[in-house]
């Protein structure tokens, strides 16, 4: 395997690399001050003025739509192609929705492009390219052990032309943004099915349908997340055109499987840009203080946890590149390993990162002064999101397992 980037990569990284320079990074403080100001009228879930203005730009830029590996829609790019572009986005918090990259947008787009028909291509994915709105995924619920989906208890049932939906789902990002038009809903159609990963199908819904009820936002550590946000929302006899399923009752998990994959390594990519800038932050603030008589960089704790983010923060990198050439070669699902393993490694390494960068900041690190507080607030989400840590472990012991099943 080969990670050396092509010229067009390069191209490319130097071209996202000068717009997150120029444009996204002097246009953070812009962004939280008008969420700033949204809040204190009284309703921090609208678009940023200067997000929209941002698209605009990434557009005119020809910086749009970078992901869509094998898909007419996108940029052409493979998923070890995308990778470093997606690591520069991740290096801010409003680095990805910009260039229409950003979650779940992208798996959302992804899963209509594998599975969705003409009819729905041209009604909910032509305008997410477009970005001219937004969608959510609804599939964890509250009343549930949800890392065992399996256990999902919303129903979706046929009645003629229609599909009756009731369900209470939580953690739906991007249900409280007014831009998100559309969700896709997984549920049960066959809850006696004796096959119990055949008992789930996914639906498109649509957020105006009557019966779609955003019951409240689900702040993180304290952080709302506006205007994109996480909701809690209930479901009450909610109907939908039968036209609405997507590839065929009882196919909710082979879906899942498709959309999860390239969700999860995008997350990953980020995630790698979010430590590298935080372990940036830590060498220069460790640079410019001085504590007991030397500077904060001259002491041996600094030295040695720079040394260590610096291997965690690389290894990491290969390994995500790894899992996206085999998902290039090889497909997601004979890559299900390389995912589950980036899944894994990529959020405890950002947490450990940003843990040692808030150290080297002392007590202003905990305030939104740096920046570092949120980001640790993501990432630390990040070990829950697409699947905890535990099951991403079971799967990895699986498949390492069923090698010696195979020969015994």
């Known amino acids: 395997m080969d990670f050396e980037y092509s010229d067009k990569v390069r191209g ?7 717009f997150m320079d120029e444009f996204i990074f002097p246009a953070e403080k812009q962004f939280e001050a008008e969420m700033d100001a949204a809040r204190k009228a009284g309703n921090p879930w609208q678009p940023a003025p200067v997000i929209e203005a941002l698209k605009d730009k990434a557009r005119a830029a020809g910086l749009w739509n970078l992901f869509l590996p094998e898909s007419q829609y996108g940029a052409g790019l493979t998923n070890l192609e995308y990778a470093p572009l997606c690591e520069l986005m991740g290096r801010s918090p409003i680095g990805a929705e910009p260039f229409n990259c950003s979650a779940p947008d992208t798996g959302n787009m992804e ?59 939580w953690w739906t990002s991007g249900a409280n943004d007014p831009r998100c038009k ?14 119990r990963h055949q008992q789930q199908s996914m639906i498109l819904v649509p957020m105006d349908t009557p019966g779609v009820k955003v019951l409240r936002h689900l702040p993180v550590f304290g952080y709302d997340d506006a205007p994109h946000g996480h909701a809690e929302v209930l479901f009450e006899n909610v109907r939908v055109p039968a036209s609405n399923m997507l590839l065929g009752e009882g196919r909710g998990f082979e879906i ?33 203080r001085v504590a007991f008589g030397r500077k904060v960089a001259d002491q041996g704790v600094t030295r040695e946890r720079i040394a260590e983010a610096r291997i965690m923060i690389d290894q990491a990198r290969f390994l995500v590149l790894n899992a996206a050439y085999k998902m290039d070669t090889v497909g997601n699902k ?24 808030m ?23 990040l070990r829950f999101a697409d ?22």
């Not at 969700?183 to 004796?194: R, V, Y």
């Not at 905990?366 to 993501?378: E, N, Q």
């Open 256 to 288: 899942a499987q498709g959309r999860l994959g390239p969700g999860r390594i995008h997350h990953c990519m980020r995630l790698i840009g979010v430590a590298e800038r935080a372990l940036e932050a830590m060498c220069r603030r460790a640079l410019s």
């Open 111 to 169: 899963t209509l492009v594998r599975y969705g028909t003409p009819a729905q291509h041209e009604q909910w994915l032509k305008p997410l390219l477009d970005g001219t709105i937004r969608s959510a995924f609804a599939m964890t619920e509250p009343a549930v052990a949800s890392s065992d989906a399996t256990n999902i208890q919303a129903r979706i049932e046929r009645d003629g032309d229609h599909y009756v939906i009731n369900g209470r789902k």
């Open 334 to 357: 004979d890559a299900r390993q390389e995912i589950a393993m980036i899944k894994v490694i990529a959020p405890n390494m950002a947490c450990q990162v940003l843990d040692w960068a």
């Open 387 to 408: 699947g905890p840590d535990e099951v991403h472990r079971n799967a990895i012991a699986k498949v390492e397992l069923g090698r010696y099943l195979e020969h015994a």
């Open 12 to 18: 490319l990284q130097k071209r996202v690399g000068a």
């Open 359 to 381: 150290q080297a900041h002392g007590g202003g690190a905990v305030s939104d002064d740096f920046g570092l507080a949120r980001a640790y607030a993501h990432a630390r989400t």
């Open 182 to 195: 559309i969700l896709i809903f997984m549920g049960k159609t066959d809850p006696d099915h004796p096959n």
